[in-house]
C-alpha cells in the first residue's frame, strides 16, 4: 500500500512534467508560427502538440481518480493524512510547474545572447 502511495506521487510528478514540457513546446511553436504563418510544418507540429497535450490531461484526469483510490487505502490507516498529502502534491506541482518556467526563460535568454554575440 506504501508502494501505491510512492507511485501515485511518480505518476503526478511525471504527469506534470510532461504537461509543462508539452504547454512550452506549443508556445514555442506558436510563437515561429506567428512568423511564418502558412508554415506547413509548424502547423503539422502544432496540431500534434495540442493532441498529446489532450493525451496528458485525460492521464492527469486518470491519476487524479486513481489517486481517490489510493486515499481511501490510505484513510483506513491515517485519518487526518489525506489533506496534508493533497497539499504536499499541490506544493510539488507548483514548484514543477515553475521550474519549467524557470528552464523556459533561461533557454530564451541564452538563445537571446547567442544571437546578441553574433552581432
Not at 506534470?16 to 511553436?29: D, F, G, P
Not at 489532450?54 to 481511501?72: F, H, I, M, S, T
Request: with cysteine; charged share 30%.
Amino acid at each position: 500500500e506504501v508502494e501505491k502511495l510512492l507511485t501515485h506521487i511518480s505518476q503526478v510528478e511525471m504527469i506534470t512534467h510532461l504537461l509543462v514540457m508539452l504547454t512550452i513546446r506549443l508556445a514555442r511553436v506558436e510563437k515561429k508560427g506567428k512568423v511564418n504563418v502558412n508554415n506547413e510544418n509548424i502547423l503539422s507540429r502544432r496540431a500534434k502538440l495540442i493532441y498529446q497535450i489532450e493525451d496528458a490531461k485525460r492521464l492527469r484526469q486518470y491519476r487524479k481518480d486513481r489517486g481517490k483510490v489510493v486515499q481511501q487505502i490510505v484513510s483506513k490507516y491515517f485519518e487526518d493524512f489525506w489533506p496534508k498529502f493533497e497539499y504536499f502534491l499541490q506544493m510539488k506541482v507548483c514548484q514543477i510547474v515553475a521550474l519549467g518556467e524557470l528552464d523556459d526563460k533561461l533557454q530564451f535568454y541564452e538563445e537571446t545572447l547567442k544571437e546578441l554575440s553574433t552581432i
